[in-house]
């Protein structure tokens, strides 16, 4: 169905090393013809990693450009907004990075974007909605395999201050007083996509927050109850300065049979009474292959995205609720 | 400081499996001389295997001899208020099987019993309070192995209905309308027991509950939110139909490391950044002996008892409270 031509907003870390490694498998479907970002040696770095193309250092002089038929925005948050706008001003279709905000008015603005500029095309780069791993858990709770799920346990413990998460902790924007939910909102979003993909909308959220390393935002520690529609019980763990260890899991429990999902691993292993466990693993690919390709059918066929700014809303939401809830020390209702 | 003349009440699988055990390695201490069940073939069964001593079929006819200064009682908890007023006013000191009580009028009611028949001793038989397991994290925890603790995640996964708990299941008792907390209060109360032991007061409770198995009785999923008065969080899933899974395992994330206790293997591994792991498994005795030395020490020495009427009363209240929260769908204060 012919490439798409691709300006890139932001040069970061985002484009370098998850979006860029997807894109560059995918000549058929698209091609980077020019890129922006604000500081010059990166502008051009990313311009030549890419094959040597046009770059500039202000978004109003991609988006104004004839060679571009859609933006994919990497920037800091607070600037998804603004350049969101602009962009489908100039009638480009625009993929932005998650989080769509981090509050609910700006969220609502983007949403506004939905009807206004239809139709041309608007996605969140949610690239867990589009992650093997999870296809498959899906495919084989809707098969049964493990009967009606029941609850959902998600352990994810990390240290951000060390390692190769080091580098995010490094990204000033991310401690900007704005940004109060920090990692929580960051990787949340991730963890509330899958959830509502697998196992349907989430009704209420109780949370408590711990702050254990004040270089990694002002909450880094948040135990979330969340109670599904479907009447599961889950439970979050989104522990980022987890001393000395790393460990992201997901326990889920069905009245049939139990399965245990290594995020890490793209490992899935079902266990049943008296039957030997079962296990699989799947791509290791993040999902971002099949969020470009989401992108383009959308641009060419009219079919909506998966990914939509409605989606990644109701991500946003749940994780909100769960920050508020751990202010008030309360439950909070989502509707 | 020489022997202790024990009556048991009760030869279930308790007195069986769990007292017997101990108490047998325990010559110098205590000395069982009769033993009591309504149940003849029960009672005599279990007076052999003790050494072929006296049984009676009524606890009246056990408290009223003269060769007992103590009991150990192991009967349905409904009972358990009963027949330790009863024991005390013979004047014998009394243990008794947790849980105290499952409503706290009863509870109370044995508080008060504290005050009325004081000198004499009285516990409750929770024996996590002396395993050597949790006496070790302690130790580890206080000498600031992994600094300020912050974070408790419990994971308690196994299927009661199924293997070696199936015995469990079949006790009638367990099942009957006057026990609505089941599982959760039967194996919960050892869990809040090391959690106080542990961290400390508990100062609020939310929970969500789950019923998978109606064989194992009203509710047998619950996660459970607490926060401790340290304002360390700490998250508790008992899943007692987790199909196909045996996993009981506690994370405690400190501001200096992570501790990860294995129950099932008595094994303690400590992580802590850029340092090689560090583990120890400690025997894998399950505190019945520690618990049957503090009640000899206790009547001969005048000592309080560790595992007192007053701390399992608190371990209770906690879960009283989360199956409270999980009905209302209100976080719960604890006073």
Chains 1, 2 share one sequence.
Not at 120 to 127: D, G, Q, S
Not at 259 to 273: C, Q, Y
Request: net charge negative.
């Amino acid at each position: 169905m012919g490439q798409i031509r691709l300006g890139i907003i932001g040069c970061g870390i985002a484009a370098r090393e998850l979006h860029w490694p997807a894109l560059k498998t995918m000549g058929d479907t698209f091609r980077i013809t020019a890129v922006c970002n604000h500081t010059e040696p990166k502008a051009q770095e990313f311009a030549e990693l890419v094959g040597g193309i046009p770059y500039v250092l202000d978004y109003r002089d991609l988006i104004a450009r004839d060679d571009i038929d859609a933006v994919s925005i990497m920037l800091p948050f607070e600037l998804n907004c603004r350049v969101t706008e602009d962009a489908l001003k100039t009638g480009k279709h625009v993929m932005v990075e998650k989080p769509l905000a981090t509050d609910i008015e700006t969220s609502e603005k983007m949403i506004a974007l939905c009807e206004k500029y239809h139709p041309l095309v608007m996605m969140v780069a949610e690239n867990f909605r589009y992650r093997p791993l999870y296809r498959r858990v899906k495919v084989l709770i809707d098969e049964g395999r493990i009967g009606n799920t029941y609850g959902i346990i998600w352990n994810f413990f990390t240290d951000v201050g060390t390692g190769a998460n080091r580098k995010y902790v490094s990204t000033k924007w991310r401690f900007e007083e704005v940004y109060t939910g920090g990692f929580l909102i960051d990787g949340g979003v991730h963890i509330t996509a899958v959830l509502r993909d697998l196992f349907g909308e989430i009704t209420s959220v109780n949370a408590l927050t711990a702050s254990v390393n004040p270089e990694a935002g002002r909450f880094d520690t948040m135990n979330t109850q969340f109670t599904m529609k479907s009447g599961a019980l889950c439970s979050l763990n989104q522990f980022y300065s987890a001393r000395g260890v790393r460990f992201n899991s997901i326990h889920i429990f069905g009245d049939a049979g139990s399965m245990l999902v290594d995020n890490d691993a793209s490992k899935i292993t079902i266990m049943e009474r008296e039957k030997p466990e079962y296990s699989e693993t799947t791509d290791e690919e993040r999902g971002y292959v099949g969020e470009y390709e989401d992108f383009h059918n959308a641009i060419r066929t009219g079919t909506p995205v998966v990914s939509s700014f409605h989606q990644a809303y109701a991500d946003l939401k749940a994780l909100l609720a769960a920050l508020d809830s751990a202010k008030t020390g309360a439950v909070v209702r989502i509707d």
